[in-house]
Every structure is written in structure tokens, then in C-alpha cells.
């Protein structure tokens, strides 16, 4: 795939590690190996998914001369605080509105990423209630921010529209190179499907390099067919900005909607399960609204015998272990 058609600003300093995982592949008896892309580890304050896509969306930004940066996301959104690093760091200005999807849920004063946004210096923070058309809150800033002069660039929730997707279809070939080197013959691909820029792009990139490895995407609210429908029509979107022969099909989108729990960044007993068992087997920290859902699936899928004995299986770690700290009644009742 070529990528250099586009804006881009560089983050990445090399490929993030491929891991195999062997305390876990053996606590989970042995019959499926068990391996882990480290994009937790991605630069970035605290790392996570979001460097990638911003790679793209705020290289966008900068060509069109953009001096500010607004976007959304939940109380304690991985993306905010990212967008507001790569914002401190590229001298922007960065504006959040935070959507309340659970009432009550935002404190001034929490600690995690809402912590986080305050130190990396953002401008403001509008919190708007859950179902608030987000788009609109932005532009109606934009309009204010234009008005007071600034060039202000929106960005979407997660990141996730073509632009952002495409730092995904990069991750892809990056770990098929990987995979290659290292020869590790992976038949499954697990991902966590929020926004859906990650699935998407992930999707576009292995079917670009001709990789033949399906992926599935375990969501974190919404139910399966929603949700595939979704990742589906960014993934055409993202195959078609860069020009992947052949499209996609919609067969090839596959979620699991059985880890959501009682909804959007609501604690479940398998995701602190999760998030507990790859912190005492492979000292790994996962993330109580993301990573640890989407790990409480892949180990359930492992237990229930869904993926073929002797299969290899690759996680990807998208990140998010900040908001662990806005958790720790949860994993202290446990
Ligand atoms: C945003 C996010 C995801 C989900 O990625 P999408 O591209 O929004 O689907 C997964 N994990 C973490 C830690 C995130 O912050």
C-alpha cells in the first residue's frame, strides 16, 4: 500500500513489539498460542490506538493550516488525551467536549485521562449530555473559535473516519512484516471495535497486503450487527481513499457483542477478570472499557474452544491503562 499520497506527521519511532504471551498461552492450557501487539506502548502520553489515526488526522490538520484542534469522547476518553498530546506537542490548541453517556459520571476532579487533559494543558472542556449530537457541539465551537480568529480542525470521536482508519491499514502491513520476519503463522486476528476506526482499518491494511488472516472485532457497546455495519461502511470508506483493490466484503466484518456487559465503559466480572489475569500472568495492563473487554472475550473464545487446537492467535492491544485509576473501587470489590 502507499501512504505517502497523504498528510502525515510522524510519531511512531519503529514498529510497536509483537509478543508471544506464555504464561497466559499455558493458563489457558496450551491449546491455542497466544501472542499480543503492544500498541499500548505507542508515544503518546500513556500510549493507546489513537497515535496512529493522529498520525494521519493531524498532519490533515497542519496542511490546512489549521492552529487549533477540537474533538469528543466519553468522561474518560483515551482519544481526548491523546489528541490533546499530540496538540501540546505540535503547538495546536486543543478544545474537548466530553459526552456523559453514563449520568453522574463525569468529576471535575477524577483522576485517569480526565486528570491527564488538564495536565497536558488543554482549552476548555464542555461536557455535554449522553446522546448529545457530537458533531453539532463541535461546530457549533468551531464557529465560536473562528469567530475569535483561530483556524480551528475538528476531529471525530476516536478518530475514526477514513483519515484515521488509514493509521490502522498501516498497523496491518506493519505486523504482517513483522509476522513475516519473525515467521509466526497467525490464523486469528482479535481487536476491540469502539469507534471502529481500529477493525476498519485493520481490515483495509491485511486485505491490501494480501494477508488472508481473519479478523474478528469484540465490541465495547454497541450490539454485533450495529456494530459491523459500521465498521463495514468505514472500511469500504478507508478501501477506497486508499485504493485497495477488489473492496471488502461484508462477510470478512465479524463482531462479538457478548462482553459489552450492561453497556459503554460499565465494569464486568469478566473484564476485571481479564485485566487482573494478564496483570498477574504476563504483567501486562489492559483497560476497564477497551482492552479488558475485548481480552475478556478472546479468553472466553480460547476457553470455549472457538478457534481450532494448535491455532495462533494475535491480540491487539490497543491501550488504555489511565483509566484504570479512575477504576480502582471496581477492581478493590472484586
Ligand atoms: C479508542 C480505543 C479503542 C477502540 O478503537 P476504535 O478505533 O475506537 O474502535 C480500543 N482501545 C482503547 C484503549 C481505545 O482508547
Known amino acids: 500500500m502507499n501512504f505517502t499520497k497523504f498528510p502525515r506527521r510522524k510519531y511512531l519511532q519503529g514498529p510497536t513489539p509483537i509478543e508471544f504471551l506464555p504464561a497466559l498461552t499455558k493458563a489457558l492450557g496450551n491449546d491455542v498460542k497466544l501472542y499480543i501487539k503492544r500498541d499500548d506502548l505507542l508515544p503518546g502520553a500513556a500510549g493507546g490506538n489513537k497515535t496512529r489515526k493522529l498520525e ?5 490538520a497542519l496542511a ?3 492552529d487549533t484542534i477540537i474533538t469528543c469522547g466519553a468522561v474518560q476518553s483515551n482519544h481526548a488525551r491523546l489528541t490533546a498530546s499530540w496538540s501540546a506537542k505540535e503547538g495546536l490548541d ?8 453514563v449520568k453522574g459520571s463525569y468529576k471535575e476532579n477524577a483522576s485517569g485521562n480526565n486528570f491527564l487533559f488538564e495536565l497536558l494543558g488543554v482549552k476548555s472542556i464542555d461536557v455535554v449530555q449522553g446522546g448529545s449530537d457530537m458533531m453539532a457541539q463541535m461546530n457549533k465551537k468551531a464557529d465560536e473559535l473562528a469567530t475569535a480568529g483561530k483556524k ?6 476516536g478518530a475514526s473516519n477514513a483519515i484515521g482508519a488509514t493509521g490502522y491499514a498501516v498497523c496491518a502491513e506493519e505486523t504482517m512484516n513483522q ?10 486476528i482479535i481487536v ?4 471502529a476506526g481500529t477493525h476498519a482499518g485493520m481490515v483495509v491494511g491485511m486485505t491490501g497486503v494480501n494477508a488472508n488472516i481473519p479478523i474478528s472485532g469484540v465490541n465495547v457497546s454497541r ?6 455495519e459500521i465498521v463495514y461502511k468505514l472500511a469500504l470508506e478507508t478501501a477506497q481513499r486508499l485504493g485497495v483493490k477488489g473492496g471488502i466484503s461484508r462477510e470478512e466484518i465479524v463482531c462479538f457483542d457478548e462482553y459489552v456487559g450492561p453497556g459503554y465503559s460499565l465494569p464486568t466480572k469478566s473484564m476485571v477478570e481479564a485485566v487482573t489475569f494478564f496483570a498477574r500472568t504476563e504483567a501486562i495492563l489492559l483497560d476497564p472499557v477497551y482492552s479488558g473487554k475485548a481480552a475478556a472475550g478472546l479468553i472466553d473464545l480460547v476457553r470455549k474452544g472457538h478457534f481450532p487446537k494448535n491455532s495462533n492467535v494475535l491480540f491487539l492491544h490497543t491501550g488504555g491503562s489511565p483509566a484504570l485509576y479512575a477504576y480502582m473501587d471496581t477492581f478493590r470489590q472484586e
Open 56 to 60: 494521519f488526522c493531524i498532519g490533515d
Open 64 to 66: 490546512k493550516g489549521a
Open 94 to 101: 486543543c478544545h474537548l467536549i466530553l459526552e456523559e453517556r
Open 152 to 157: 480551528p480542525y475538528i476531529i471525530p470521536g
Open 179 to 188: 509476522l513475516n520476519e519473525m515467521c509466526i503463522d497467525i490464523d486469528h
Open 192 to 195: 476491540p471495535s469502539g469507534s
Open 223 to 228: 450490539p454485533k450487527t450495529v456494530q459491523e
